[in-house]
């Protein structure tokens, strides 16, 4: 029996990358035939002819290419759990439909599956993105790192080989505020990281927009860790700690020279820099409760309005 590998992708509004696509996965099927192969395609609510492209790959064949059409956008890491729940390969490998990550390096992958490894994830080598994104990725990551124990793999993405035990790992992780790359750390088993170059986007454009990334980044930070939590908690000790000699500060030199009314700076300062404080405190809480509120609701992370499996017809 040949061990059965998914290739996972997700798409919104990609109809453009579809003839590429198409040809690259005929491209792994034909480089590495000692797998049996699957390829699922999630479509999150694409407005264009993304589904229908879809469609015609499944007729076209419905051996290798399956499909599971969302009811609406949820965004990528929803779609992402969704394909999770639909495989019951031996490995699932997932990639951008817009095939920025290069399928040159899926035999690599497998030859480390083949070892052991149960998370062949593959790490940015030379990242075509601007200075900017870059900067921010990489202190935020550092960041990341500071506040939890969990090992983060840096400039690495979605694009990895995981095996059955991280498949039936994540298809348990039912949270509905998703940051999927921080579930690959947190979920441990044997990590092997391989290097690639990632590929510019050939069709159509970035569907993340910044608002998009940000509240990823703090999505990251608050399923992961409640160290910004504890970390209020610490300024305020240490304010009050200062305010607090502060306090006596002012009471002895009141009483050894009076009080002349003064000191308005000082307050307004003072005032303002509490203020800003309590600000973000409530805002960090809010964060956490906000998760709590969504999490509690219990509802389905998701609808599928179709799944169309492969058919095997022997
Ligand atoms: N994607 C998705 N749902 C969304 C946004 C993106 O399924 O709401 C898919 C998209 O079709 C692509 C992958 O996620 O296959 C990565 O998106 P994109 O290429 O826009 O991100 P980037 O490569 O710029 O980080
Ligand atoms: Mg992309």
């Known amino acids: 029996m040949k061990k059965k590998i998914t290739i996972l ?3 919104y509004n990609e109809e453009e990358s579809f003839a590429l696509l198409e040809q690259q996965m005929l491209q792994v ?3 590495n035939p000692d797998y049996d192969w699957e390829f699922l395609l999630v479509n999150d609510g694409s407005t264009d002819h993304t589904l229908q492209q879809m469609i015609v790959l499944h007729q076209r064949d419905p051996q290798h ?3 599971i059409d969302l009811s609406r956008n949820y965004g990528k890491e929803i779609a992402m759990m969704a394909g999770f729940d639909h495989i019951d390969s ?3 490998i997932i990639m951008d439909a817009d095939m920025q990550h290069p399928i040159s390096v899926i035999p690599e992958m497998l030859h480390y599956f083949e070892e052991g490894y149960d998370d062949v994830y593959a790490q940015r080598r030379t990242s075509k993105e601007s200075w900017f994104k870059k900067q921010s990725s990489r202190w935020y990551y550092r960041f990341l790192q500071r506040l939890t124990r969990i090992p983060i793999q ?3 993405g979605d694009f990895r080989l995981l095996n059955r035990s ?3 790992a994540l298809q348990q992780m039912r ?3 998703r940051n999927t790359k921080g579930l690959y750390s947190w979920i441990g088993y044997n990590k092997k990281g391989i290097f690639y170059d990632q590929n510019e986007r050939q069709q159509g454009e970035t569907k993340w927009t910044f608002g998009q990334l940000v509240s990823l980044a703090i999505n990251g930070i608050t399923s992961y860790t409640i160290a910004p939590l504890r970390i209020s908690t610490f300024i305020g000790l240490l304010v009050s700690f200062v305010a607090f000699c502060y ?3 002012i009471l002895i030199t009141t009483w050894i020279f009076g009080d002349p009314v003064a000191g308005y700076p000082t307050i307004m300062v003072t005032i303002l820099f509490l203020g800003g404080i309590q600000l973000l405190s409530i805002g960090i809480i809010g964060e956490y409760l906000g998760k709590i509120f969504n999490e509690t609701k219990k509802r389905p992370p998701y609808f599928i309005k179709t799944y169309q499996p492969t058919k095997k017809d022997e």
């Open 9 to 11: 992708l997700p798409a």
């Open 29 to 31: 099927l034909a480089d």
């Open 65 to 67: 290419f399956s499909y």
């Open 90 to 92: 031996d490995g699932v």
């Open 154 to 156: 840096q400039n690495t």
């Open 166 to 168: 991280c498949i039936l």
């Open 175 to 177: 949270e509905t505020e």
């Open 247 to 249: 306090l006596i500060y």
